[in-house]
């Protein structure tokens, strides 16, 4: 069996925040020893290929637990957006990207930012129109809770000014009443379901090799894949697999509202090492951004609106119960407090109807929430999962959460503190192609809470930054620990899959040195004890 050895100065193991000068050792897909370099020499041998990685960096393999792959994947290809300052500027980048396109297939970019823009202004089809007249275009925006479509779009879905919008979504108009091509919300599902339905599972398949691809460049080792509006792709990635090309594990989750018997069917049939069913995901409401997020008092900026949840309350309590009587995972995007709330109570039912299970339900995002809710998480078990590149990351005095949802509310905007000072547990992700598939940022984020631009001084709701251990670890154990896998992934342990990260720079004497974490190099990406990327 083939035996690697990794020294180094400097590694990070996740147990605890001591850095150790040794090696940590696999044999296989195996670490059999993890420790100092005097107790090294009796798991070398002749056999045994050592790299020598001095002062870098060894730690745990990232483990981005909320990331929505193929997605990102189709932006990757078609034009990520999310630096363009102006809606032209968009356009015209979308198009210096596919300008050789015939026309026979749908251009599927995004990531657009309006809050970038002039006057944040919403984006209209006729900026597409200049540049792709008969290629249909869907462009979702940073948050995938909205899209932007050219004219061709609209005429392939047949949206027209009496087109009625659909519940909890909308088809923004002009004042002549005619579609402007921006999507909101549940306008957007069947959209998105509809052109991915015309994709073939092999060809999706070579969307998700890019995206393993790209997963091992940002030392990615584990993901945790929710579906977009229910749309599944597990079949693509079993392709992967069958071919030896799956070059990181996912642990997946599938909709909500499929079918016990099809959830449980999923899990059996999706259950090894590299890819892996885990449960279920819905979501309780939008993005405060959008006015979408279900808020326990009105927004500052509309008063009298809160917003209203995605789902029944009582038909989510119910549902959720049969979940957990059936031993399900639940993981539910709750960005406004009310969401975050409403889905901390359905937990809590179903706790009161079956005991604690250990199933590590999850609540997503959790932009704001009531300082009476933060203690629930230990309480009920319950994990947030939580992507802190989310914080605002330009601008800050001009973010919009000031008129939005006032100071009092920011004060608990991404509460990680309060949350693990309660006893309460993280998992880190990026969600991306939300933000950029890169862990380092949000460890930056995590510890100095600032801007892209360093403000605000001293950091945003300081209380809440964690240290640069409990960042990393919330990045890698406490990711495994929510997809269950905290026994064989998370920590550099004997016994545990050899799944490392290998950088550049030591990130304790840089976690707080934006250019140096925004730019650092990962040098290698080690999955299962095999290399899926080198510098």
Same mark, same amino acid.
């Given at each position: 069996?083939? $035996? ?18 040794? =090696? ?8 059999v020893f993890a420790g100092t370099a005097d107790k090294a020499a009796e798991h070398i041998d002749g056999n045994t290929e050592v790299l020598d990685f001095e002062d870098n960096f060894i730690m745990p393999g990232f483990h981005d637990f909320h990331v /929505? ?12 957006l999310r630096h363009a300052n102006s809606e032209e500027e968009a356009a015209a980048m979308l198009y210096a990207k596919n300008s050789d396109d015939s026309g026979g297939r749908w251009i599927m970019g995004g990531a657009w930012d309006n809050f970038r823009?002039?006057?944040? $202004? ?10 792709? $007249? ?10 995938? /809770? ?6 061709? !779009? ?16 909308? =088809? ?22 509809? &052109? ?9 398949? %070579? ?15 584990? @993901? ?23 070059? @990181? ?19 059996? !049939?999706?259950? *090894? ?16 951004? #959008?006015?979408? %997020? ?41 960005? %406004? ?41 230990? +309480? ?5 999962? @939580? +992507?802190?590149? /989310?914080?605002?990351? =330009?601008?800050? =005095?001009?973010?919009?959460? /000031?008129?939005? &949802?006032?100071?009092?509310r920011m004060r608990y905007s991404w509460p990680f503190r309060s949350i693990a000072d309660a006893g309460g547990r993280l998992a880190f992700g990026t969600d991306y192609p939300v933000t950029e598939l890169n862990p380092l940022r949000g460890i930056f ?25 409990? *960042? ?5 154990? #406490? ?16 016994? $545990? ?24 190099? @990962? ?10 990327? *080198?510098?």
């Amino acid at each position: 069996m083939k $035996k690697r050895a990794f020294r180094c100065r400097n590694i990070y193991t996740a147990v605890s925040p001591e850095l150790i000068d040794g =090696y940590v050792i696999c044999e296989g897909s195996r670490i059999v020893f993890a420790g100092t370099a005097d107790k090294a020499a009796e798991h070398i041998d002749g056999n045994t290929e050592v790299l020598d990685f001095e002062d870098n960096f060894i730690m745990p393999g990232f483990h981005d637990f909320h990331v /929505h792959s193929l997605t990102g994947a189709f932006m990757e290809k078609d034009g990520v957006l999310r630096h363009a300052n102006s809606e032209e500027e968009a356009a015209a980048m979308l198009y210096a990207k596919n300008s050789d396109d015939s026309g026979g297939r749908w251009i599927m970019g995004g990531a657009w930012d309006n809050f970038r823009w002039p006057g944040t $202004k919403l984006p209209t089809r006729e900026s597409l129109d200049r540049y792709f $007249k008969n290629t249909p275009v869907f462009l979702l925006n940073k948050e995938c /809770h909205g899209a932007w479509l050219n004219s061709e !779009a609209l005429r392939r879905f047949s949206i027209t000014r009496d087109t009625p919008d659909p519940e909890n979504g909308s =088809y923004f108009r002009d004042a002549d009443g005619e579609p402007t091509g921006y999507v909101h919300e549940a306008a957007v599902i069947p959209m998105l379901r509809s &052109i991915l339905s015309e994709m073939s599972m092999e060809e999706l398949s %070579g969307y998700a090799e890019a995206f393993a691809k790209t997963a091992g460049r940002c030392g990615i080792t584990s @993901v945790g894949d929710l579906p977009l509006y229910g749309v599944r792709a597990e079949p693509a990635y079993r392709i992967l697999e069958d071919k030896g090309k799956l070059s @990181v594990r996912i642990n997946f989750a599938i909709d909500f509202k499929e079918e016990i018997d099809e959830i449980l069917r999923t899990k059996e !049939a999706y259950s *090894s090492e590299m890819l892996r069913c885990i449960g279920v995901k819905d979501f309780l409401d939008g993005t405060p951004m #959008g006015h979408t %997020g279900f808020m326990l008092e009105a927004y500052t900026d509309m008063p009298g609106f809160r917003s209203e949840p995605m789902i029944d309350p009582d038909h989510l309590k119910d549902r959720v119960a049969q979940m957990v009587a059936n031993g399900i995972k639940v993981r539910l995007h709750a960005c %406004g407090d009310g969401a975050v709330r409403l889905g901390l109570d359905a937990f809590e039912y179903a706790k009161s109807m079956y005991g604690d299970r250990d199933l590590r339900h999850c609540i997503e995002h959790i932009e704001a929430i009531s300082p009476d809710d933060i203690k629930r998480f230990v +309480q009920l078990g319950v994990i947030a999962s @939580v +992507q802190p590149d /989310h914080l605002p990351k =330009y601008s800050f =005095y001009e973010h919009p959460f /000031h008129t939005m &949802i006032g100071e009092e509310r920011m004060r608990y905007s991404w509460p990680f503190r309060s949350i693990a000072d309660a006893g309460g547990r993280l998992a880190f992700g990026t969600d991306y192609p939300v933000t950029e598939l890169n862990p380092l940022r949000g460890i930056f984020r995590s510890v100095t809470r600032l801007t892209d631009e360093l403000q605000p001084e001293g950091g945003f709701s300081p209380d809440e930054k964690l240290t640069v251990h409990s *960042s990393l670890q919330a990045y890698t154990y #406490g990711s495994a620990f929510a997809a269950d896998r905290e026994a064989e992934l998370g920590s550099l342990e004997p016994g $545990k899959l050899a799944d490392l990260t290998i950088l550049d720079s030591n990130v304790f004497e840089c976690a707080y040195d934006k250019d140096a974490m925004f730019g650092m190099d @990962v040098l290698m990406t080690v999955v299962g004890g095999e290399t899926v990327y *080198s510098k």
